[in-house]
């Protein structure tokens, strides 16, 4: 089966020397691959670096996903822009909108991808004023709504409680069997033991100082 993402020897940078090095791994259609590692390992650099975000400065990125969802850590998004629920989850699908079309159809989409994460009751609610937990789900109903192939999610666990953890746990299930690739950052043995069937350890390396090494390993 052909990857939807390959990294080959990859290394990544903000401008100066590599933070990442020596990234080799890949994720076919329904399949997960987990990055494991602790705070400031590197983790998210793999993500944007994936998504074109920061510059590869050596070895290879090839990614065939034309929709793409990412999911970023809460804590990394701006409470006080005046947007709903249900404005965060239609941006899912602004990319299949004309110019000035309106939502139409898929505005029924946006609902039921709300739904699906438990918060059909809150569509009207300011997106600022919910929990940590339900932004959360917010973002995930976003990447659902967008029909992904590839999901990219920046330690999709935190702020979540154990109802939710396994709410999560089940839509990654089921984006995997309708065919989306999951890459996903996390410190959580559990998300990658349940959904990914293979792993990336992300690690300080004492020889390159603030680069990382990143050495594959399977998840049993």
């Given at each position: 089966?052909?990857?939807?993402?390959?990294?080959?020897?990859?290394?990544?940078?903000?401008?100066?020397?590599?933070?990442?090095?020596?990234?080799?791994?890949?994720?076919?259609?329904?399949?997960?691959?987990?990055?494991?590692?602790?705070?400031?390992?590197?983790?998210?650099?793999?993500?944007?670096?994936?998504?074109?975000?920061?510059?590869?400065?050596?070895?290879?990125?090839?990614?065939?996903?034309?929709?793409?969802?990412?999911?970023?850590?809460?804590?990394?998004?701006?409470?006080?822009?005046?947007?709903?629920?249900?404005?965060?989850?239609?941006?899912?699908?602004?990319?299949?909108?004309?110019?000035?079309?309106?939502?139409?159809?898929?505005?029924?989409?946006?609902?039921?991808?709300?739904?699906?994460?438990?918060?059909?009751?809150?569509?009207?609610?300011?997106?600022?004023?919910?929990?940590?937990?339900?932004?959360?789900?917010?973002?995930?109903?976003?990447?659902?709504?967008?029909?992904?192939?590839?999901?990219?999610?920046?330690?999709?666990?935190?702020?979540?409680?154990?109802?939710?953890?396994?709410?999560?746990?089940?839509?990654?299930?089921?984006?995997?069997?309708?065919?989306?690739?999951?890459?996903t950052s996390t410190h959580d043995l559990v998300l990658a033991e349940e959904t990914c069937e293979n792993t990336l350890i992300v690690s300080s390396s004492p020889r390159f100082g603030?680069?990382?090494?990143?050495?594959?390993?399977?998840?049993?």
């Amino acid at each position: 089966m052909t990857p939807v993402v390959s990294l080959r020897d990859a290394a990544f940078t903000y401008g100066g020397p590599a933070t990442v090095e020596h990234v080799t791994a890949h994720v076919c259609p329904g399949e997960g691959l987990a990055l494991i590692g602790a705070n400031g390992s590197g983790k998210t650099t793999v993500l944007r670096g994936i998504l074109g975000g920061v510059r590869l400065a050596a070895g290879e990125v090839r990614n065939s996903a034309t929709r793409i969802a990412y999911v970023p850590q809460v804590a990394d998004l701006d409470r006080t822009f005046p947007v709903t629920a249900f404005d965060v989850v239609a941006m899912g699908v602004l990319r299949e909108l004309r110019p000035f079309q309106l939502l139409g159809s898929r505005r029924s989409r946006v609902l039921d991808a709300l739904a699906k994460v438990g918060l059909a009751g809150r569509a009207n609610d300011r997106f600022g004023n919910l929990s940590g937990g339900q932004q959360q789900r917010v973002l995930l109903a976003r990447a659902i709504v967008s029909r992904p192939e590839l999901v990219l999610l920046d330690e999709p666990f935190n702020g979540l409680d154990t109802e939710n953890r396994a709410m999560l746990l089940n839509l990654l299930h089921d984006l995997k069997g309708e065919g989306a690739a999951i890459i996903t950052s996390t410190h959580d043995l559990v998300l990658a033991e349940e959904t990914c069937e293979n792993t990336l350890i992300v690690s300080s390396s004492p020889r390159f100082g603030a680069t990382h090494d990143l050495v594959p390993a399977y998840v049993g």
